[in-house]
T-cell receptor, first 116, second 112 residues
Framework: AQKITQTQPGMFVQEKEAVTLDCTYD???????LFWYKQPSSGEMIFLIY??????QNATEGRYSLNFQKARKSANLVISASQLGDSAMYFC?????????????FGTGTSLTVIP | DSGVTQTPKHLITATGQRVTLRCSPR?????VYWYQQSLDQGLQFLIQ???????AKGNILERFSAQQFPDLHSELNLSSLELGDSALYFC???????????FGQGTRLTVV
């Protein structure tokens, strides 16, 4: 089974509108972390936001928030007030427990296009 | 700037050749991860090192090998290169007990 599933290959959003990028995950660990990364056309992977499995509140970082629904095993990224510079690939990732860290599992990504 | 440095940024080589990709992690990060990103395979985990020791292995081909040196920099060696090895190779690092991993800018390998 896929560890991370992103079902939206491509999304479009109007500038200044909000957009939600979907992500579901699969793990039997109690301790895990969920991440979103942005990959612009230049290729680098930019860390956006992190949610720990024990965190009770949804993570927020500026215009990014993570809608964490543990029972549903979903970790959707919400981008508010979209900007043209938000056009990029977005990857959801998960790392399962352990203090020393384990590998990150990545989804297949969602291509977001912001329309002026 | 993530603080993770990868060299070279671009590499073009012929089939059958061998190349070495280098990664310098962020200062203080003990874990180094290598990922391969190709168009048809997405981001594939290759291997992880922690403080010089191999910690986890993913879908890494036998033609590929890696190591992490005492100064914590890491090298990924790719040999007997094939056209299908053309991809973006990322290195990432994280601290002990840390959360996110920080990625380098990647090395774009083109095998011709």
């Amino acid at each position: 089974a896929q560890k991370i599933t992103q079902t939206q290959p491509g999304m479009f959003v109007q500038e200044k509108e909000a957009v939600t990028l979907d992500c579901t995950y699969d793990t039997s660990d109690q301790s895990y972390g969920l991440f979103w990364y942005k990959q612009p056309s230049s290729g680098e992977m930019i860390f956006l936001i992190y949610q720990g499995s024990y965190d009770e509140q949804n993570a927020t970082e500026g215009r990014y928030s993570l809608n964490f629904q543990k029972a549903r095993k979903s970790a959707n990224l919400v981008i508010s007030a979209s900007q043209l510079g938000d056009s990029a690939m977005y990857f959801c990732a998960m790392r399962e427990g352990g203090r020393t860290g384990n590998q990150f599992y990545f989804g297949t990504g969602t291509s977001l296009t912001v329309i002026p | 700037d993530s603080g993770v440095t990868q060299t070279p940024k671009h590499l073009i080589t012929a089939t059958g050749q061998r190349v070495t990709l280098r990664c310098s992690p962020r200062s203080g990060d003990l874990s180094v991860y290598w990922y391969q990103q190709s168009l048809d395979q997405g981001l594939q985990f290759l291997i992880q090192y922690y403080n010089g020791e191999e910690r986890a292995k993913g879908n890494i081909l036998e033609r590929f090998s890696a190591q992490q040196f005492p100064d914590l920099h890491s090298e990924l060696n790719l040999s007997s290169l094939e056209l299908g090895d053309s991809a973006l190779y990322f290195c990432a690092s994280s601290v002990i007990g840390g959360t996110e991993a920080f990625f380098g800018q990647g090395t774009r390998l083109t095998v011709v």
